[in-house]
């Protein structure tokens, strides 16, 4: 599956994308932290936090994950599910769901539509899963930025959540 526009292709993840998923996942939190943001993820490195590693490998064997891929190179990740993360205080879906546990972009190639076309291909996974409801939470802090863009990929607000002290929104998108 490729997104014409910039030549990216989506695949199948496995456990030996792990350390590009972390790599990725690092220089988010770089990346957030300078601009300002360190509620979102805090400003320990992800491959540093406890369990942080060994989170991303369960994504690996246990969820569906994907990789964009850009000349080769691994530039984003998604992560989906049967439903919302059982530590997440959020209510699994009255009918059948697919549920984005993560979304990240390696930021050296931002403004290439990695994340849309992620999401795109989540949407075409959940049909191809006989689902018409794709889900994902999200950080809902700072000046609701993330919020904004899952909603410029066809999202619309649904829950809004308190995590441990960190501002949540549950966002849906239909896809019959």
């Not at 292709?9 to 360190?38: E, F, K, Q, Y």
Request: net charge negative.
């Amino acid at each position: 599956m490729n997104d014409t526009t910039h030549g990216i292709r989506i695949r199948p993840g496995s456990l030996a994308d792990v350390p590009a998923i972390v790599d990725m996942l690092d220089s988010a939190v770089a990346w957030m932290n300078g601009r300002g943001n360190t509620e979102q993820w805090g400003t320990t490195p992800y491959s540093q936090k406890p369990g942080g590693v060994a989170r991303v490998e369960r994504y690996t064997t246990e969820n569906v994950p994907y990789i964009a891929e850009l000349g080769g190179t691994a530039v984003g990740a998604l992560v989906l599910d049967s439903g919302p993360s059982p530590q997440m205080p959020i209510e699994p879906a009255e009918e059948p769901e697919l549920y984005v546990r993560l979304l990240v972009s390696d930021r050296r190639y931002a403004g290439l539509g990695i994340g849309a076309a992620l999401l795109a291909h989540a949407a075409e996974e959940t049909r191809r899963a006989g689902a018409e409801l794709l889900r994902v939470d999200c950080w809902a802090g700072g000046g609701g930025e993330l919020v904004a863009f899952y909603e410029r990929n066809g999202f619309t607000r649904t829950d809004r959540f308190l995590s441990e002290s960190w501002p949540g929104q549950v966002l849906a998108r239909r896809v019959g």
